[in-house]
């Protein structure tokens, strides 16, 4: 089971950028999907977008246009450029993978890093 670690996290102002980072400890090029999921205080944690071993993507509405996932597989790398955050973007984000795509897109991937926080204030 590959270990997920993140990074990237802070304090940002509305309308600014951050850029996580989820570093894995071994190969991800096997993996049918990576992402990355969210959990604001007191709510559920929901996918916020995921790529797969074949470059596609998938976002949540709220994200579309603004966020952007992408993986190294060369560096067992996955990002996450978020750009004009708001302050319902703040939450727990969580780097998630599983070697099926479809587990991913279910919510039920195998693999969680520790997740970092993103806070971003009016």
């Known amino acids: 089971q590959v270990q997920l670690v993140e990074s990237g996290g802070g304090l940002v102002q509305a309308g600014g950028s951050l850029r996580l980072s989820c570093a894995a400890s071994?190969?991800?090029?096997?993996?049918?999907?990576m992402s990355w999921y969210r959990q604001a205080a007191g709510k559920q944690r929901d996918l916020v977008a995921s790529v797969t071993r074949g470059g596609r993507t998938n976002y949540t509405g709220s994200v579309k246009g603004r966020f952007t996932i992408s993986r190294d597989d060369a560096k067992n790398t996955v990002y996450l450029q978020m750009n004009s955050l708001k302050p319902e973007d703040t939450a727990v984000y969580y780097c998630?993978?599983?070697?099926?795509?479809?587990?991913?897109?279910?919510?039920?991937?195998?693999?969680w890093g520790q997740g970092t926080q993103v806070t971003v204030s009016s």
């Open positions: 998630a993978a599983d070697l099926r795509a479809r587990a991913v897109l279910a919510g039920t991937p195998h693999s």
């Open positions: 071994g190969s991800i090029s096997s993996y049918g999907a």
